[in-house]
T-cell receptor, first 114, second 112 residues
Framework: DSGVTQTPKHLITATGQRVTLRCSPR?????VYWYQQSLDQGLQFLIQ???????AKGNILERFSAQQFPDLHSELNLSSLELGDSALYFC?????????????FGSGTRLTVV | GDSVTQMEGPVTLSEEACLTI???????????LFWYVQYPGEGLQLLLK?????DKGSNKGFEATYRKETTSFHLEKGSVQVSDSAVYFC???????????FGRGTSLIVHP
């Protein structure tokens, strides 16, 4: 157990639907990062939050949004889902914004859009 | 921009063989370098890191040396085990950025 909790582990939904993925960071970590992992694109950074505020944005679609709550858990909202959104979605956390600590990853949510 | 290039896999080895997974990078400034490992069905785990030139990161028998002159951070292990079968990701973290750049990953398959 890495200390980063992601729910649900698996999600199957239809095109056009909306889903919410949840992440609880490791205790004491203030930064949360979301990544999408697919076979053709590899590991793609989506967005980062630090202590409740958006810190950096990567290749995140407009149909996707995220937020970090006062208790530091984060949610990634995916709407108007398309078949191509099927992927593994990882959350990672770190103590601060310093990369020297590395990341701690959760075990991911596998999203299947049918 | 910053980038990481890893050798394409899969790398297939017999148990107790030597392993090298090549990683080269392009970055501005003085990045930190990382290797992550992903076992089947799990998230990425930090395997080792090096924060400055000539540093050697090591963990679980794996080693990698930060070579600034060749912009490389190759992962090595002298004797692999079946349990080392996983996907290995090289990553860099520029000092001025909060977001690491990951390579595409290299799959390692070790046969008994």
């Amino acid at each position: 157990d890495s200390g980063v909790t992601q729910t649900p582990k698996h999600l199957i939904t239809a095109t056009g639907q909306r889903v919410t993925l949840r992440c609880s960071p490791r205790s004491g970590d203030l930064s949360v990062y979301w990544y999408q992992q697919s076979l053709d694109q590899g590991l793609q950074f989506l967005i980062q939050y630090y202590n409740g505020e958006e810190r950096a944005k990567g290749n995140i679609l407009e149909r996707f949004s995220a937020q970090q709550f006062p208790d530091l858990h984060s949610e990634l909202n995916l709407s108007s889902l398309e078949l191509g959104d099927s992927a593994l979605y990882f959350c990672a956390s770190s103590v601060a914004s310093s990369l020297n600590y590395g990341y701690t990853f959760g075990s991911g949510t596998r999203l299947t859009v049918v | 921009g910053d980038s990481v290039t890893q050798m394409e896999g899969p790398v297939t080895l017999s148990e107790e063989a030597c392993l090298t997974i090549n990683c080269t990078y392009t970055a501005t400034g003085y990045p930190s370098l990382f290797w992550y490992v992903q076992y089947p069905g799990e998230g990425l785990q930090l395997l080792l890191k090096a924060t400055k030139a000539d540093d050697k990161g090591s963990n679980k028998g794996f080693e990698a040396t930060y070579r600034k002159e060749t912009t490389s951070f190759h992962l090595e292990k002298g004797s692999v085990q079946v349990s080392d079968s996983a996907v290995y990701f090289c990553a860099l973290g520029p000092g001025g950025s909060y977001i690491p750049t990951f390579g595409r990953g290299t799959s390692l398959i070790v046969h008994p």
